[in-house]
Protein backbone atom coordinates (compact mmCIF):
# COMPACT_ATOMS: atom_id res chain seq x y z
CA UNK A 1 0.00 0.00 0.00
CA UNK A 2 1.25 3.59 -1.32
CA UNK A 3 1.23 6.14 1.66
CA UNK A 4 2.58 9.76 1.46
CA UNK A 5 3.73 12.16 3.69
CA UNK A 6 4.13 15.44 3.47
CA UNK A 7 6.44 17.93 5.44
CA UNK A 8 8.12 21.35 5.64
CA UNK A 9 5.44 23.62 5.33
CA UNK A 10 4.95 26.83 7.48
CA UNK A 11 4.33 30.38 7.78
CA UNK A 12 6.67 32.57 6.03
CA UNK A 13 6.85 36.36 4.71
CA UNK A 14 7.14 37.51 0.98
CA UNK A 15 10.18 36.63 -1.07
CA UNK A 16 11.04 33.95 1.63
CA UNK A 17 12.14 30.14 0.51
CA UNK A 18 10.91 26.55 1.71
CA UNK A 19 11.20 23.20 0.85
CA UNK A 20 8.60 20.50 0.63
CA UNK A 21 9.34 16.95 1.21
CA UNK A 22 7.18 14.11 0.50
CA UNK A 23 8.56 11.07 2.37
CA UNK A 24 6.70 7.63 0.10
CA UNK A 25 6.57 3.91 0.74
CA UNK A 26 5.04 0.69 -0.47
CA UNK A 27 6.59 -1.21 -3.07
CA UNK A 28 4.83 0.05 -6.14
CA UNK A 29 5.78 3.63 -5.41
CA UNK A 30 9.21 3.47 -7.30
CA UNK A 31 7.63 3.07 -10.47
CA UNK A 32 4.98 6.12 -9.80
CA UNK A 33 4.89 9.52 -10.94
CA UNK A 34 4.72 12.21 -8.60
CA UNK A 35 3.28 15.51 -8.11
CA UNK A 36 2.61 18.35 -6.00
CA UNK A 37 -0.60 19.90 -5.94
CA UNK A 38 -2.34 23.05 -4.18
CA UNK A 39 -5.50 23.77 -2.97
CA UNK A 40 -6.21 27.57 -1.28
CA UNK A 41 -10.31 27.92 0.61
CA UNK A 42 -12.77 28.20 -2.06
CA UNK A 43 -10.56 27.36 -4.87
CA UNK A 44 -10.20 23.67 -6.46
CA UNK A 45 -7.42 21.95 -6.21
CA UNK A 46 -4.10 22.95 -9.07
CA UNK A 47 -1.20 21.23 -10.24
CA UNK A 48 1.99 22.94 -9.42
CA UNK A 49 4.66 20.89 -10.37
CA UNK A 50 5.43 17.23 -11.75
CA UNK A 51 8.24 14.65 -12.19
CA UNK A 52 7.77 11.34 -14.76
CA UNK A 53 9.13 8.52 -13.03
CA UNK A 54 11.31 7.24 -15.53
CA UNK A 55 12.39 9.95 -17.55
CA UNK A 56 12.70 12.27 -15.02
CA UNK A 57 11.25 14.90 -17.15
CA UNK A 58 9.09 17.85 -15.30
CA UNK A 59 6.60 20.11 -16.06
CA UNK A 60 5.31 23.15 -13.96
CA UNK A 61 2.50 25.34 -13.63
CA UNK A 62 3.05 28.73 -15.03
CA UNK A 63 2.71 30.58 -12.16
CA UNK A 64 5.67 28.87 -10.32
CA UNK A 65 8.23 28.36 -13.44
CA UNK A 66 11.21 29.65 -12.91
CA UNK A 67 10.41 30.04 -8.79
CA UNK A 68 9.82 26.54 -7.55
CA UNK A 69 11.76 23.32 -8.32
CA UNK A 70 10.63 19.59 -8.23
CA UNK A 71 12.80 16.54 -7.66
CA UNK A 72 12.70 13.63 -6.44
CA UNK A 73 14.82 11.63 -4.70
CA UNK A 74 14.62 7.59 -5.65
CA UNK A 75 16.82 5.98 -3.56
CA UNK A 76 15.05 7.68 -0.53
CA UNK A 77 11.71 7.38 -2.37
CA UNK A 78 10.94 10.95 -1.23
CA UNK A 79 9.80 13.64 -3.47
CA UNK A 80 10.76 17.61 -2.45
CA UNK A 81 9.68 20.89 -3.76
CA UNK A 82 11.99 23.81 -3.52
CA UNK A 83 9.66 27.14 -3.38
CA UNK A 84 11.71 30.25 -3.87
CA UNK A 85 10.72 34.16 -3.91
CA UNK A 86 7.12 33.26 -2.16
CA UNK A 87 4.61 35.59 -2.84
CA UNK A 88 1.45 36.12 -0.97
CA UNK A 89 -0.80 34.22 -3.47
CA UNK A 90 1.37 30.73 -2.95
CA UNK A 91 -0.63 30.76 -0.01
CA UNK A 92 -2.63 26.97 0.07
CA UNK A 93 -2.11 23.23 1.68
CA UNK A 94 0.55 22.00 -0.48
CA UNK A 95 -0.68 18.18 -0.98
CA UNK A 96 2.28 15.01 -2.43
CA UNK A 97 0.27 12.73 -5.24
CA UNK A 98 1.61 9.73 -6.94
CA UNK A 99 0.27 7.63 -9.65
CA UNK A 100 1.29 5.32 -12.40
CA UNK A 101 -0.61 7.81 -14.83
CA UNK A 102 0.83 10.99 -13.46
CA UNK A 103 0.11 14.25 -15.66
CA UNK A 104 -1.19 17.33 -14.94
CA UNK A 105 -5.13 16.30 -13.71
CA UNK A 106 -6.39 15.75 -10.28
CA UNK A 107 -8.07 12.50 -11.36
CA UNK A 108 -5.13 10.91 -13.08
CA UNK A 109 -3.59 10.91 -9.06
CA UNK A 110 -4.39 7.94 -7.17
CA UNK A 111 -2.75 8.48 -4.15
CA UNK A 112 -2.49 11.07 -1.91
CA UNK A 113 -0.97 12.78 1.29
CA UNK A 114 -2.58 14.28 4.15
CA UNK A 115 -1.16 17.80 2.84
CA UNK A 116 1.14 20.79 4.52
CA UNK A 117 -0.35 24.54 4.92
CA UNK A 118 2.36 27.12 3.42
CA UNK A 119 1.54 30.30 4.32
CA UNK A 120 2.96 33.71 2.68
CA UNK A 121 2.57 36.90 4.25
CA UNK A 122 3.07 40.16 2.84
Known amino acids: QVQLVESGGGLVQAGDSLRLSCAAS????????MAWFRQSPGKEREFVAG????????AYDDSVKGRFTISRDNAKITLYLQMNSLKPEDTAVYYC???????????????WGQGTQVTVSS
Open 97 to 111: AASPIGGRRVAGYTH
Open 51 to 58: IAVISGLT
Open 26 to 33: GRTVRTYS
